[in-house]
């Protein structure tokens, strides 16, 4: 599978975004698929996850009730809104995809296809 992530840009702190991941090749609804993050300097850090179906997500504590993840099967499109954005927020947003059961993991060894990221910036 293929995975091309798209929304990112510049927005003010307290401001809104959705992030986009398209996704192309063998069957999307058969997949769990995730956001990661990483800061200039910083490792890679889980974001959000959403399983096969979308029934079930999870979020990284410093997320939770200002991050929302969905996906559209028929689109073959994940999403990931984000609200009151902060500064530390600031980051590559990466898409990626787990062909392993079709969970929503939290570990970025569980993935095993990832997008090329996209640039959230979040600045006054």
């Known amino acids: 599978v293929q995975l091309q992530a798209s929304g990112g840009g510049l927005v003010q702190p307290g401001g809104s975004l959705r992030l986009s991941c398209a996704a192309s090749g063998r069957t999307f609804s058969n997949y769990g698929m995730g956001w990661f993050r990483q800061g200039s300097g910083k490792e890679r850090d889980f974001v959000a996850a959403i399983n096969w179906s979308g029934a079930s997500t999870k979020y990284a504590d410093f997320v939770k009730g200002r991050f929302t993840i969905s996906r559209d099967n028929a689109k073959n499109t994940v999403y990931l809104q984000m609200n009151s954005l902060k500064p530390e927020d600031t980051a590559v947003y990466f898409c990626?995809?787990?062909?392993?059961?079709?969970?929503?993991?939290?570990?970025?060894?569980?993935?095993?296809?990832w997008g090329q990221g996209t640039l959230v910036t979040v600045s006054s």
């Open positions: 990626a995809a787990s062909s392993y059961y079709g969970g929503a993991y939290v570990k970025r060894s569980d993935y095993n296809y």
